[in-house]
């Protein structure tokens, strides 16, 4: 079983930057695929930017182009999603996921393992 953890979550202003965290425990974290996800009341589950195990290919939305990037430390077992110029659009819950699979997908079901989600709020 694989536990995440996030953190890096709050309240900024339109423009600044955050960068999340996400530590994974109970199993080799390089061999886990590792995404990034952000969902708002009422909407779908969306993919903001994914890493594949191997390879190390990665993926980032087109709403987040330019803006954000995903990296990952296996020696810390740590993935983080760094989002600059962030905009009011961007407020969301994030969450980090983790699939025993080759490469990324966009499917949330494609995902076994999830954390609990942290707020990022932007304010205009």
């Known amino acids: 079983q694989v536990q995440l953890v996030e953190s890096g979550g709050g309240l900024v202003q339109a423009g600044d930057s955050l960068r999340l965290a996400c530590t994974a425990s109970g199993r080799t974290f390089s061999s886990l695929t590792m995404a990034w996800f952000r969902q708002t009341p009422g909407k779908e589950r969306e993919i903001v930017a994914a890493m594949s195990r191997v390879g190390g290919g990665t993926y980032v939305a087109d709403s987040v182009e330019g803006r954000n990037t995903i990296s990952r430390d296996n020696a810390r077992n740590t993935v983080y999603l760094q989002m600059n110029s962030l905009k009011p659009e961007d407020t969301a819950v994030y969450y980090c996921?983790?699939?025993?699979?080759?490469?990324?997908?966009?499917?949330?079901?494609?995902?076994?393992?999830w954390g609990q989600g942290t707020q990022v709020t932007v304010s205009s």
């Open positions: 996921a983790a699939a025993n699979r080759n490469y990324y997908t966009g499917r949330p079901t494609d995902y076994s393992y």
